[in-house]
């Protein structure tokens, strides 16, 4: 732990505590050496920070690792960072097997004063010119002879004709693959054209072999032989960074026990190699068998120094990537039986549940009576879904849950149910699957549908949707999930990524905002053209051109004719310019790290023919910035400071594309690329800087669904943008676990605006003065979030937060001492529904809600759709009580709903004042006893509701009162009568259900709170 001086020492100029008679400029602040001043017009600007390890050096008027003007610099330990490798050495060999090495040095920065040394090796070899020589004794078929370096035999007049495809695409041709003879693997013999053609002549076709390399690619056959058939088609397929599919999650156990964290990945190639840390520490490598290799790491038996934090790293040749981190907690038992507990008493859960976090809000016409006063909100108590262990079998994964429940009933006008709420907590089986609902909705503000939503979860595709509303399952081992929304329309392509993993949640709401495309500009493909890179009210960034003949249509053949050319450019120049970037500005280096980028802004690509036919670059682009108005600087060897870097739609990663160069010093203000998209579409590409900064701190953020910032809010996506001197330069997201907390990484020593919610509907509520250590600076945003500057990874003397190294923020902290941010999000959402009873606390049985019994995973749900005209939608519910038999028959349950915005069925435009509710009921069956509604509209003037009509044939035996209904529903889905139904695994029914209700049809129940002055056009 390190104490900042309140002033600095200086051996050089004098700090500076007042710009008053100073000239306009940079100056050493008084305050420490980490920091300085700046004067503006006799105005004082200080303790503006510079970034992690750096200090103030006034001689040189710059930020630097070591200040020649500040003595509080000295004696303060640096721990030492790697440089980046440097290029391969030339092989030692040209064939027949050589090797070569590379170097990095730990210098950037050196360890002193006693700071920790690089951990690692400074030094790699590896083969090269693994390729057998050339013999000059080998034979040649007939009429053939070898060459002079007797590397292949030559015939004369024969030729070889071929086409490389990129399997991603299929028929989508690859240019630029070079063509290697096997025994002269040193040169390409060919390279591909723009449309993948390659053509070798007078060589000998018989017992010829051919390689085929292109950077970023691998090759279906490693080797081909050519004899086989003349014209060849090769394909090959991009190399994929590995993607976990199973990562390690949190666990607990008791000294002695057996412990066990799995990991998996997938990559192309295969992982080779997975290697297991320990707070930063390798403890284990593990060789990979095949690609379904599972990696394990054992620990038997336990013990109390084993309690830590546990990742693994897949090793491929595409790359390195670490797994999320889980934490181990280690506890010693009850002393009194001693150190090994298999006593079934032992529990590590807390037995009593949390209160005042789970508070359900009862609908105005509703009351409950709770230790003998009436409430308008039930506490239901919180058990969490950690993970725990108790006396019984380990190897089962356990989570915390609800053991014991009490019912407190609930009036209302003239109906009444229960609900449960939790009393004691204890360690018992998790839910089948550990599932995580991800329910999602595309908001365009005008549409209600889209053509189709890709998604991906742990680099699998789980499927497409094609709806506005969407809902799938995966598990937390999956990781990150990628939202893929195609072009269509009069809308860009949009890409969201989320990290599920470890946070203990059972569901996640995702908002994909969609953007108008800007002007169309129209380009003859066998001409070519340029489009500009503009933002609104900013200079332009530069221009796009693509050659002639640079298109291919979706079968590979080369487009002739006019094509559709649309660049959306999100610039960092414009407030909240990269808000909507897909998801977070970072990228991997070569040991698997994160590290961050620095975005001088992001261009999206479609290219069409006939408006909605999509058409795919073939040969490489012409980009040229405008250096001076996007910030770029030249470097001494002629690069910019930016490189172009790719999004992999399907990973969700950033990847490293080209360099940018600077052509000629007469041309000092355009930076230039020429960069290849294989087989893409859209196309993402930033134009990227990494971050010189390579410590890592991570923010902790509270959000809760209450302006009394009581009840947490899980699931929430917590979004900080980090900001220079220039503007916004990254961006990066977490979820919240269960607890309402996330832990967003962010680079050390900037400044930072963190807010919450991704829908229109949402208001934010802003905490005043959050939890916070003493003189901690911030600055609130109304109805937006806060700003902050997070210190150097030197001077975190705040082990309790809110800024924390990385990957310790998770670490075990009582929330009484643990330092963060606090929001709400309020407006809960419309896909948020309020399950006001169990549904599944007696499954198979007579009176329970789902009929499948315990042991099927297969569940059914029903609704019924209410059209509601109002003009008070906020406080405008519908609650549904389903009974067996009869509106006097045994109790099933209840659900409510809120209401929901209808749209134009021609437009797609908000109508005013037409809402919708959709009830969950109980479904009937065959054989069974029907099921009976009583549907209650909660409304400020409920008593001037009316009841307007009921489809034909919707129900049997219809009541109707001024705010109610009660009917008879039948046993099959009608959706011409407002009724929906829908079978499937998990939640999986409910999801469906619910977005069949959400887009609707033409007929429903409808009742009138508006007085007549609102129409209903009665389409949702």
Sequence with gaps: MYVVVTEAKTTGPRCVKSCRGKRNGYYQSCRGCHVYITCSNGRTYDNRPCPARLVWDDRTKRCQYKSKTCAEYKGLPINGKWSEWRPWSKCSKSCGGGVHSRIRRCDDPKPENRGTPCRGVSRETAPCATWDCPDCRSDCPPGGKLSKDCAVCECSGAKLTGQVLNMAGDTIPLVGVGVYIVGREWHPSATTDLQGKFELKDLCIIGLKLTFKKTGFMSELPVYNAEHSNPIVIKMIKLERPTFTIEPQDSAGFVGDNVVLRCQATAVPAPSAYDWFKDDNLVKSDPAADESFISELELSPLKVSDAGLYGCRAVSRAGKKFSQFAVLTVNQGNPETGRRKRDADIDTCEATPKKGVNLYKLAETCTAKVNGKHVDQVDLGRCGAKACRNGENYAISRCCRPVQTANVLVTCAGYEF????????????????????????????LVNTVPQVDIFAGGRKYGLYNRRHFYFETTAEA???????????NFMPQVVSIDVASLGISE??????????PRRVTINATIGGSVALVSEGQPSAGRVFIPPYATVDQYGMPVVGFIDVYISFADPRVPNGLSGAPGELTFLDEEGETRFLHSYGIMTLVVEQNYDEPVFLQGPLNVKLNARNLGLRRLRNGQANALLWTFDTKMGNWERLTTLKFPGRRQRNQATARPEFPAEYPIIKNIDEPLPVKDICEVSVYVYHDDDFVQPLPGELVVVLTSSRTGVITRSTGLTNEDGRACVAVPCGYKHTVTVGISSRDVIVVSRDHKLPPKFRFKNIKSYGVNFTSPSIDNLVNENGPIFPYRKCRNPIPKSRHYHFAMAVLNLRPAVQGQLAPVETRPGQALSWYQEPGTSDQKEACMVRLDVLTLDPQRTEVVGESRRNGIDGPFYGAYMARVSQALNPFSFVPLRGNYRACVQVRCPTSGDEPTTVNLQLSHPNRKSCVFKWTPLGATENVTTSNAGMSLMIPKESRENIGFY???????????????????GGPYAALFDCAGGEVTHLGWG
């Design 508 to 517: 996640v709401y995702v908002q994909v905002n969609l953007v108008k495309r």
């Design 479 to 489: 990781g990150r999930v990628v939202f893929r929304v195609v072009p269509w329309r």
């Design 981 to 999: 139904r829908a079978r499937g695994p998990g939640n999986s029914a409910y999801r469906q259900v619910l977005n069949d209700c959400g887009r």
């Design 418 to 445: 229960t609900l449960p709420v939790a009393t004691v907590c204890g360690c018992s089986v998790c839910d089948a699957g550990g599932g995580i609902g991800v329910n999602g909705i595309v908001d365009t503000g």
